[in-house]
């Protein structure tokens, strides 16, 4: 994305060809390469309000296009022949939806028959069989119908471990020392980690984007750009979402006060954060996990951090189980070190029986 103040941006105008100089100057940046094609865009999507459906869902669906090619070139890179051509299969029919898609963005536009067909380099005969108002109608009831199957950006995706790599030789640290070993990938902003969580229900749930927005009132452009990362829902929204998709809200509220850069205050958000970061890993079972993490962690340690209430003595712990899941250590530590206070407060007001039956007679009057 261009900076404000610098460059120039096409005109969001679909119709138009120029771009939009965008020297530094104070008040808000111009949007419409000028003011007459501003009001004619403005004054075709009011009056004509299936024309913004149409836009949102042409960006809709070029947004999903260019994401599965986005995947498609890591599965080349990493040599997944098989995987990348059910993606190939995939990214055709993408692409047969996006013409649908942007043939219907040009009809709402009054573009000629012969312009629309001409840019596809076909004939209008054949544009009115294949391409026409009730076909592509089909074709996008079909499409918002089916279980989504484009992948996250590579940003979200949780990257392949190819062979796991040998325990690194132990070596002495403080127990407020977050340097015990590399993580397993880099780390995912709080933002980032939160938009892969629900990206990951989406998938799982088997939902449209559609279904998802109606039940968030949000539009399914609006939601594509959640699964995405380019918004930050509100809480409310975000809650939705999740309960729409069968989750527990309880592991996505860590991740969206993080994500909001909000102060952690619950000591009991340790462990939901955890089980949150768990799932914007794509759910890896704990074998996997251990293996991210270089065989520091047990898989009872593993079981109790994310099942239970269990809290480590040392934050080494914590941050082993954090880097694997491709989290943010420095999020997390807050929220251990509320946790490792409330735990430790009554240990520290009451004797054990241990204690007490080692006290002299006399310390009881």
């Known amino acids: 994305m261009t900076p404000k103040g610098q460059g ?5 105008n679909p119709g138009c060809p120029n771009t939009v100089d965008q020297t530094p100057r104070s008040g808000r940046p111009r949007r419409y390469c000028g ?3 501003g009001k004619a865009y403005r004054k075709l999507r009011h009056s004509h309000p299936e024309t913004a459906v149409n836009d949102d869902y042409a960006v809709q669906v070029a947004e999903e296009a260019a994401r599965r090619a986005q995947h498609l070139m890591c599965l080349a890179r990493d040599g997944e022949p098989l995987a990348a051509l059910q993606q190939l ?10 013409a649908a898609a942007l043939v219907q963005q040009a009809r709402d536009r009054k573009e000629k028959s012969q312009s629309i067909a001409s ?7 054949k544009l009115s069989r294949d391409l026409s108002t009730e076909a592509n109608a089909r074709s996008r009831k079909r499409r918002l119908e089916r279980p989504p199957t484009c992948p996250p950006t590579e940003a979200q995706q949780v990257p392949r471990q190819r062979e ?16 015990n070993g590399p993580p397993a990938a880099p780390a995912a902003s709080p933002a980032a980690t939160l938009a892969r969580a629900l990206s990951h229900l989406h998938r799982t749930s088997g939902k449209t984007l559609r279904s998802l927005g109606k039940d968030a009132k949000v539009t399914p452009s609006y939601m594509s750009r959640i699964m995405t990362g380019e918004r930050l829902p509100s809480w409310k929204v975000t809650r939705q979402i999740t309960l ?9 509220r860590p991740l969206w006060e993080a994500a909001r850069g909000h102060e952690p205050a619950n000591p009991a958000t340790l462990n939901a954060a955890l089980r949150g970061l768990r799932l914007s890993a794509a759910s890896p079972p704990y074998s996997r996990i251990r293996d991210r993490a270089h065989n ?27 880097s694997a899941l491709n989290g943010q250590p420095e999020t997390i530590r807050p929220l251990w070190d509320i946790a490792r206070h409330s735990t430790a407060a009554p240990r520290s007001l009451a004797l054990t029986a241990t204690e007490i039956c080692s006290l002299p007679a006399g310390a009881f009057g």
């Open 89 to 98: 299969v995939e990214a055709r029919r993408d692409l047969d939806d996006l």
């Open 8 to 12: 120039s941006l096409p005109c969001p």
């Open 244 to 252: 729409s998709c069968k989750g527990d809200p309880a592991e996505l």
């Open 164 to 179: 796991p790599r040998p325990a690194p030789a132990p070596r002495e640290a403080s127990s407020t020392s977050d340097s």
């Open 35 to 37: 003011d007459a094609c």
């Open 296 to 322: 520091a962690l047990s898989l009872d340690e593993i079981r109790g951090m994310l099942e239970g209430g269990h809290v480590p003595d040392h934050w080494s712990s914590v941050r082993h189980l954090v």
């Open 119 to 125: 840019a596809l380099h076909i004939s209008p005969g």
